[in-house]
T-cell receptor, first 107, second 115 residues
Framework: KNEVEQSPQNLTAQEGEFITINCSYSVGISALHWLQQHPGGGIVSLFM???GKKKHGRLIATINIQEKHSSLHITASHPRDSAVYICAVHNTDKLIFGTGTRLQVFP | EPEVTQTPSHQVTQMGQEVILRCVPISNHLYFYWYRQILGQKVEFLVS????????KSEIFDDQFSVERPDGSNFTLKIRSTKLEDSAMYFC?????????????FGPGTRLTVL
């Protein structure tokens, strides 16, 4: 069983739609990261959370430590948001990654 | 904005050959990481490095792998005798010196192809 599970695996949306990607984990963590991976392969850090909620532009990330669950929301989605979104948890001195959610936003 | 750089961007090698992948972390960062991503699979942790020694390593990081910070800027991953299954994208990452729990900055990756 994966220690970090994401859902859905694939997501398609029309431009302007509200997007939610979920992440559940089964290990102890000190922080949770949301990352974005573009088709070229590069990985960019979007958020690091240890509690509550963070917002950056149209992106919102929340975490519930008791339920071991986090969500990434994208408001007013745009084709340029198309990418793989990865949840990763900080466990001891390493990141454990989820399998990613592939998002495609169509105009 | 400072960034993590990696060279080469693509390395092709024959099975059994040694390869060295190079990374230049952001200059004031103190924690360094190597990850790999086999095509179509999730990113996997290989090793973390702090204060010139390995902090943690995964089961993947066996005796064929080693890491080094030979000078004040480069951070290298060496694979002594490459196998076909070492073909993957290798990412280096670094974090600032505010303790271990911090945003990780990833390099663009080196695609390793073992023939």
């Amino acid at each position: 069983k994966n220690e970090v599970e994401q859902s859905p695996q694939n997501l398609t949306a029309q431009e302007g739609e509200f997007i939610t990607i979920n992440c559940s984990y089964s290990v102890g963590i000190s922080a949770l990261h949301w990352l974005q991976q573009h088709p070229g392969g590069g990985i960019v850090s979007l958020f690091m959370l240890s509690s509550g909620k963070k917002k950056h532009g149209r992106l919102i990330a929340t975490i519930n430590i008791q339920e071991k669950h986090s969500s990434l929301h994208i408001t007013a989605s745009h084709p340029r948001d198309s990418a793989v979104y990865i949840c990763a948890v900080h466990n001891t001195d390493k990141l454990i990654f989820g399998t990613g959610t592939r998002l495609q936003v169509f105009p | 904005e400072p960034e993590v750089t990696q060279t080469p961007s693509h390395q092709v090698t024959q099975m059994g050959q040694e390869v060295i992948l190079r990374c230049v972390p952001i200059s004031n960062h103190l924690y360094f990481y190597w990850y790999r991503q086999i095509l179509g699979q999730k990113v996997e942790f290989l090793v973390s490095f702090y204060n010139n020694e390995i902090s943690e390593k995964s089961e993947i990081f066996d005796d064929q792998f080693s890491v080094e910070r030979p000078d004040g800027s480069n951070f290298t991953l060496k694979i002594r005798s490459t196998k076909l299954e070492d073909s993957a994208m290798y990412f280096c990452a670094s974090t600032v010196s505010r303790g271990r729990i911090d945003t990780q900055y990833f390099g663009p990756g080196t695609r390793l192809t073992v023939l």
